[in-house]
């Protein structure tokens, strides 16, 4: 509970002015929350499309596999798959929606010709390379999804902070404001009345002599 203001004039002019920007601090929260929503919601439909991307990528990479191990058999994907082997270099990067910061990866190119894959071309079959090529997509999609997926953790996270804090001023400080507004009104209601029965009661008496 906030502190009891004594009953003037002057407070009451503070707290109805103060009531009027917590009033307006109100309606940007509310803006604020309305287009984090919307962007919730879109980055939402997103996560839902990649995912679904994805799966059928990796359904179809890993037919590409079972085709190439049948063909050129374990041993000859197993080599060329030890040659593809290769760190991938990343940072991240800080972007910013509504005051909201999150991280967005950025990184080279995943997907390669296969000549850059670190085996010798003519050894390894269009099998082999079909599926390196898929498996590159596919982790060039798992990227992609990480980056939007910390998006939609920051920006849920930033909604549910800004729920509270609208919450805390519609159901606690409002109110409470409110309730000393009208405490401080009945008071100076009470002591302007008490002032004119002084005021009728000293008139009274200087009337009487």
Known sequence: M????????MNLLILKARVGSV?????????????LVREFFSTMDTVITSR?????????????????????????VQSAAFAT???????????????VKFPEIRYPSVIRSADARGYAVPS??????????????????ILK??????????IGEEI????????????????DLQVQIR???????????EEIFRMKRFKEKHAAY
């Open 183 to 193: 405490t401080i009104r009945f008071a100076l209601e009470e002591r302007e009345r």
């Open 2 to 9: 906030m502190q009891k203001a004594s009953p003037t004039r």
């Open 52 to 76: 679904d991307f994805l799966r059928r990528m990796m359904d179809g990479a890993m037919n590409s596999l079972s085709i190439a191990l049948g063909l050129d058999g374990r041993a000859v």
């Open 23 to 35: 009033r307006k601090g109100l309606d940007l929260l509310r803006s604020k929350r309305e287009a």
């Open 124 to 141: 390894v079959s269009g099998y082999a390379n079909t599926a390196a090529r898929d498996f590159e997509r596919v982790l060039d999609q």
């Open 85 to 99: 082997h290769r760190d991938i270099p990343f940072e991240l990067a800080e972007k910013n929606i509504w005051g």
């Open 160 to 175: 549910k902070k800004t729920t509270r804090r609208i919450n805390a001023l519609t159901e606690i400080i409002v109110p």
């Open 145 to 154: 999804i990480i980056s939007v997926e910390m998006r939609l953790k920051k």
